[in-house]
């Protein structure tokens, strides 16, 4: 398998981390890089300022993290990033609108570093870059997937295209290596009809609507995951509340709240392996103050802190 060799940032890096875009020798516990472009539907009337992401968020990097030796608090005793070994991967480049190229680029990338027990985490993008995210995954087995959205995400096609954002959970189901899949923020609208839900049903996705965890806690969440478990974590900014996340498309009320993730990220560091991350359906030009820039790249900083540090770094 060939080392990817990405395009650099244009923006300072993730959090000022090292930069590694050409990733042969890569030598790291996670790498960060960007995945920005989702296939687009015919006809193209949807709203897509996600491929601006991965450089927003770089740009927020002195507002998600003053310096790598800032304490978070939230951690007994308190801890920083500054002592794990991340970088930053540069970006997966659209070439002449190949967006099929594009998709195998982002497969290969986290194929790559599942092979080198590098912890992946990507930065898309609309939900469509989970496709080939997912595909990537192939090295490891018996993955529970963890998706936080607001939507269901189960169409098998949508103005004929199998591979964007309305699929990547009908198409997780398709893949060996996910065995289980836990959908927890789901609620309100969607592009979902009977069908899909049905689909879903049958295949057995647990889902936790957005509703439930408002009025039990994350708790019977976590106590439905497997013991010992292998997670990845897809998360879709839009199963955030748009008063904590307002830099999304599909802004839909009654979202999770930023305690609920962290219990969700903490739950999941006890009971087994994170194994990767995806974050996606950023819109930077809806955002408000960097306040989702911040969110998302301190939930970013947050997940591998708690995973990173399990080894005792």
């Not at 996600?50 to 308190?78: E, G, H």
Request: glycine share 10%; net charge negative; with cysteine.
């Amino acid at each position: 398998m060939n080392a990817p060799v990405n395009k650099p940032p244009e923006t300072a890096s993730f959090l000022h981390l090292p930069v590694v875009s050409n990733w042969h020798g890569l030598d790291a516990d996670a790498v960060i890089f960007g995945a920005a472009f989702g296939k687009p539907y015919r006809p193209a009337d949807f709203p897509n300022d996600q491929s601006s992401a991965p450089a927003a968020l770089r740009a927020a990097s002195d507002r998600v993290l003053l310096n790598d030796q800032a304490l978070d608090i939230d951690f007994t005793p308190p801890a920083c990033f500054g002592n794990l070994r991340v970088v930053d991967g540069g970006d997966i480049p659209l070439i002449n609108d190949d967006f099929d190229r594009h998709y195998w680029d982002i497969e290969q990338a986290v194929r790559f570093a599942i092979a080198r027990d590098i912890l992946p985490v990507t930065i898309g993008g609309d939900d469509g870059v989970t496709n080939p995210v997912l595909r990537g995954l192939d090295g490891l087995s018996d993955i529970t997937l963890i998706q936080i959205d607001a939507h269901l995400d189960w169409r098998d096609e949508r103005f004929g295209e199998r591979d964007g954002f309305s699929s990547p959970m009908r198409r997780a189901s398709e893949l060996r290596q996910i065995t289980a899949i836990h959908q927890i923020g789901i609620r309100s609208f969607g592009s979902a009809e009977q069908n899909e839900w049905d689909e879903a049903m049958r295949w057995g996705a647990q889902i936790h609507p957005a509703r439930d965890i408002f009025r039990h806690g994350m708790g019977p969440v976590i106590d439905a995951l497997p013991a010992a478990g292998r997670f990845f974590v897809t998360l879709d900014v839009d199963g955030l509340d748009p008063s904590v996340m307002p830099a999304t498309t599909a802004l839909a009320p009654g979202g999770l709240l930023w305690w609920h993730i962290i219990d969700l990220f903490e739950g999941l560091a006890k009971k087994g392996d994170i194994v990767g991350l995806n974050i996606v359906e950023l819109a930077p030009k809806n955002d408000v103050n960097q306040l989702s820039m911040i969110g998302a790249g301190r939930l970013l900083v947050k997940l591998l802190m708690l995973q990173l540090q399990k080894g005792g770094a």
